[in-house]
């Protein structure tokens, strides 16, 4: 099974702080992505990296920047965190190979709360 | 615009009702649109449809896509309590590999009743 796990499940941070969000794939999956969930917005695309030491920008990247060193890793910081950025951050990843790279497997999620 | 949208926002049935839940989209580059459910943690996969008409089934969940209206549906037959979650709809877009890109619908929120 696919296993996608993230740093926290709950994390409570003040205004300004740097922010790190760890995920980690255990499938050897080449794409990567982060994602933001807000209630009556759905899922929006903040980053995504299709191999190691590349990212591309998603739909709403501002305040946000990412990091992959190694495949199975990924990061997301907020370098300096603001109350807009309140939300539930998603990790996913996908391997690259036909109509399989279409289908993401998600982490359990992160609730983060910027005071 | 790429968007996909989703309906109803919400639905409250009672077990053993059967529930229909529509996905819309108007996207460039279509390649695929997935079904996840999503209680109160991640989103796990359900379906990836890619041609029209051809029916996946699950157990008591089916979904088919209509790609020449656009849209597809999620049914779930003789509904349970444990269905109780958020089914999300997103549709893939790019020309493959790493341009692939998920638009996502805001999710129809359904709450199965004793």
């Known amino acids: 099974d696919v296993k996608v796990t993230q740093s926290s499940r709950y994390l409570v941070k003040r205004t300004g702080e740097k922010v790190f969000l760890e995920c980690v794939q255990d499938?050897?999956?080449?794409?990567m992505f982060w994602y933001r969930q807000d209630p009556g917005l759905g899922l929006r695309l903040i980053y995504f990296?299709?191999?190691?030491?590349?990212?591309e920008k998603g739909d709403i990247p501002e305040g946000y920047s990412v990091s992959r060193e190694k495949k199975e890793r990924f990061s997301l910081i907020l370098e300096s965190a603001s109350t807009n950025q309140t939300s539930m951050y998603l990790c996913?990843?996908?391997?690259?190979?036909?109509?399989?790279?279409?289908?993401?497997?998600f982490g359990p999620g992160t609730r983060l709360t910027v005071l | 615009e790429d968007k996909v949208v989703q309906s109803p926002l919400s639905l409250v049935v009672h077990e053993g009702d059967t529930v229909t839940l529509n996905c819309s989209y108007e996207?460039?580059?279509?390649?695929?649109l997935l079904w996840y459910k999503q209680e109160k943690k991640a989103p796990t996969f359900l379906f990836m449809l890619t041609s029209s008409g051809i029916e996946k089934k699950s157990g008591r969940l089916s979904s088919i896509l209509d790609k020449k209206e656009l849209f597809s549906i999620l049914n779930i037959t003789a509904t349970q309590t444990g269905d109780s979650a958020v089914y999300l709809c997103?549709?893939?877009?790019?020309?493959?590999?790493?341009?692939?890109?998920?638009?996502f619908g805001t999710g129809t929120l359904l709450a199965v009743q004793p």
């Open positions: 997103a549709v893939v877009i790019g020309y493959g590999g790493a341009t692939n890109k998920l638009i």
């Open positions: 996913a990843s996908s391997h690259p190979i036909l109509y399989t790279a279409d289908t993401q497997y």
């Open positions: 499938m050897d999956h080449e794409n």
């Open positions: 996207v460039t580059n279509f390649r695929s």
């Open positions: 990296s299709y191999d190691v030491k590349m990212k």
